[in-house]
């Protein structure tokens, strides 16, 4: 997937201009940045969600905008922030529509379609509340559901905007590390919005930091997250250390009233500085 020359809008509002964006195969990229720097609006544009003003998307060499959408959605799939599902909709039939691109008027739900949407459901550890309609659930609950369909339509490129939002510090790890297996055990190519720094340190292959609608750095976490890049990408002043269980970097903020300790003594007793 790749961005070129990529003018945004909403309306007469210029969000982003000018981006270029190559998005690694096979690879995890996070994009970070502050609110309302354009990360959601880039990666609705990378789901045809939003249309350019100028610049072009493509996907495998094509324009996304002459890809046929039933296509285009076998190949990418996407959870945009805060979804609603229908009222009344358990979550065993919202997953179900995860498998609606594969259907055609000869090829209606088959075996494999079951064994997708078990397996989406088996993955998010929904299976016990595949039958609860969505409304009823707790927002982390909901959150997984909707992971879940995205999981079942099996796409080979996921595009997830705040996947994380609204899950208690356990289920956010069990839902990044359900994303690390689909990458690595699967091949998915998955591009995901975080606000988390230190979360998208550990997971990202490449990490996006963008300010103002541009790309202020992209690399691998350790080239991208100093803390120069840090306080100009997000206005905030830390200290960037080594992250004692991942060993990549770990972002310890500075509020108005605190100074960085002696660098040279270990961060926690075992991050050491970098």
């Not at 959870?79 to 997953?95: C, F, K, N, W």
């Not at 379609?113 to 929904?126: F, G, I, K, N, S």
């Not at 120069?228 to 009233?257: A, I, K, N, Q, Y």
Request: glycine residues 8%; charged residues 20%; hydrophobic residues 45%.
């Amino acid at each position: 997937m790749r961005a070129e020359g990529l003018r945004l809008a909403y309306g007469d509002r210029v969000v982003v201009d000018g981006l270029d964006l190559a998005v690694p195969s096979g690879r995890i990229t996070v994009i970070v940045g502050a609110n309302a720097c354009g990360k959601s609006t880039l990666l609705r544009a990378l789901a045809r969600l939003l249309n350019p003003g100028a610049g072009t998307v493509q996907l495998d060499g094509r324009s996304i905008h002459s890809i046929p959408t039933r296509a285009l959605a076998q190949r990418l799939g996407i959870l945009p922030q805060a979804p609603v599902a229908p009222e009344g909709l358990t979550v065993i039939d919202l997953v179900g529509r995860g498998r609606s691109p594969h259907q055609t008027w000869w090829r209606q739900w088959s075996a494999a379609d079951e064994q997708a949407v078990h397996e989406a459901l088996r993955a998010t550890a929904m299976t016990e509340l595949a039958q609860r309609a969505v409304d009823e659930l707790s927002g982390g609950q909901r959150q997984r559901a909707w992971i879940a369909m995205a999981v079942a339509q099996g796409t080979p490129v996921m595009l997830l905007d705040e996947p994380t939002t609204y899950l208690d510090l356990a289920h956010q790890i069990d839902v990044l590390d359900l994303i690390t297996d689909l990458n690595r055990h699967q091949g998915r190519t998955v591009v995901m919005v975080l606000h988390d720094l230190n979360q998208a340190c550990r997971y990202a292959d490449h990490i996006v930091a963008m300010k103002a609608g541009r790309i202020v750095a992209e690399g691998a976490p350790s080239e991208v997250v100093t803390a120069r890049t840090v306080e100009e990408v997000f206005g905030l002043r830390c200290v960037v250390g080594r992250d004692p269980v991942s060993g990549t970097p770990m972002v310890v903020p500075m509020g108005r009233h605190h100074e960085p300790a002696d660098t040279d003594a270990p961060l926690s007793g075992k991050a050491n500085l970098i």
